[in-house]
């Protein structure tokens, strides 16, 4: 198979065969406003080797950059990092066109992709176990939950090459391979939205596997996820100290204000509340759930020390935009937050109450007890509402303080 796409050459014996998704602006929940692109790798050794495919729309790209490279029907194995179908979503079209002579997947990896796609012939490697290709070795080890159960990242030793799937990696297009080829500003905003609203759940895993991996003796010159670009130099401590940062969940000294309104009221008590906060010193952003969708807001969530949720009460239920976002902020497991709750309401006022419950269903310390106003806050209730801010954001100021 021939076309318009080229491979991009990573090392001495491995090319970048992916895909780029220039276009995708949701994935699964997740707003992806810089795009995507789905990492695929084919290593060039005496038995020939594809890691990973793309989504399926995009299998006739990573076809074409195989071919640029070498004849897709002298790829000898196959491997699946990850079952999910970003992932592996040409599997099935790819082992087809392929027909390699073995394929490997960890044994949850296996499982997966028999329930998704039929028995494809897979054999199962474990942590520990290593392929040989010929001139190198392919090593596995398996990192169930990061980001599925089936996970694992394989090392080709020959080029001192980690696959490391989805680990590392983040949502963002661009013709450049190298992370060093993008400003960190957005590495950085990319790469923490990405662990926020993929990896939170898991941080004490990632936190074990980063103390693993030194024991683990891989001489890593090359960390290619995929997602995003890879990194080398000092681009790999860069990125693990930052994924250490993130798993580590302690608090900052920034805050957030999320809110919804309908008539401005719940708004009003949102701006004296961030007031507070900065008064107090502390870094604050405010996210109106009418122009931020969930994952923009739990970004906002993992880097804060303290978080203030605040909705109108409709129907006797919390307004449904805050129930939403607090339903994914919850799954992702945010802790070690002080939390506040607020809102206001025209005849019942469940909706404080409800927010209050999911800040204490989620762990949050809640030093002041939630507020909310009749209708529209009168200059009394905003003072009020400063005030939490300020005292919240004093605490958090002291709660890092006591941590150091
Ligand atoms: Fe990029 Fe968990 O898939």
Not at 20 to 38: E, L
Not at 51 to 71: L, Y
Not at 91 to 102: G, H, Q
Not at 141 to 148: D, F, G, I
Request: aromatic residues 10%.
């Amino acid at each position: 198979m021939s076309g318009a796409f080229r491979a991009v050459q990573v090392s001495e014996h491995v090319w970048w065969v992916g895909a780029i998704d220039w276009s995708v602006r949701m994935f699964h929940g997740y707003t992806t406003g810089r795009g995507s692109t789905y990492n695929a790798f084919l290593v060039i050794d005496e038995k020939i080797t594809l890691i990973d495919t793309v989504k399926a729309p995009f299998f006739d790209e990573m076809m074409s950059r195989i071919a640029s490279v070498v004849d897709p029907e002298k790829i000898d194995y196959f491997v699946s990092n990850h079952a999910e179908p970003d992932h592996s979503g040409s599997i099935r079209a790819t082992l087809a066109a392929v027909k390699p002579e073995k394929c490997f997947a960890s044994p949850m990896g296996d499982k997966a992709l028999r329930a998704y796609y039929g028995d494809l012939g897979f054999s199962v490697v474990k942590t520990g176990e290593a392929v040989s290709l010929g001139c190198g070795n392919l090593a596995f080890v398996e990192t169930k939950m990061l980001h599925w159960p089936d996970s694992m990242v394989s090392f080709y030793d020959r080029d001192n090459i980690l696959f490391s799937q989805d680990a590392f990696g983040m949502h963002l297009a661009g013709s450049k391979l190298w992370s060093d080829d993008y400003s960190r500003e957005v590495l950085e905003y990319e790469a923490r939205k990405y662990f926020a609203n993929i990896l939170n759940p898991q941080s004490a895993k990632v936190l074990a596997l980063l103390d693993s991996l030194p024991g683990l003796g891989l001489d890593i010159k090359i960390v290619a996820p995929d997602h995003g670009p890879l990194w080398k130099g000092e681009g790999i401590g860069w990125i693990l100290d930052l994924y250490r940062d993130c798993a580590g969940q302690k608090p900052k000294p920034r805050a957030v204000v999320v809110f919804s309104t309908m008539w401005h009221a719940t708004e009003k008590l949102a701006g004296a509340i961030a007031d507070g906060f900065r008064t107090a010193g502390v870094e604050v952003a405010v996210c109106d759930l009418a122009v931020n969708d969930r994952s923009a807001v739990m970004t906002e969530v993992a880097a804060a020390g303290a978080v203030a949720f605040g909705a109108p009460t409709m129907n006797n239920q919390m307004y449904p935009a805050m129930a939403d976002v607090l339903c994914y902020v919850r799954g992702l497991k945010p802790c070690n937050k002080i939390g506040f709750a607020f809102g206001s309401f025209g005849w019942s006022g469940e909706g404080g109450k409800q927010i209050a419950a999911e800040l204490e269903n989620m762990g949050f310390e809640q030093p002041i007890e939630m507020m909310q106003v009749k209708y529209m806050p009168t200059d009394a209730d905003l003072e009020k509402a400063f005030d939490a801010g300020f005292r919240i954001g004093g605490e958090l100021l002291g709660k890092i303080k006591k941590s150091r």
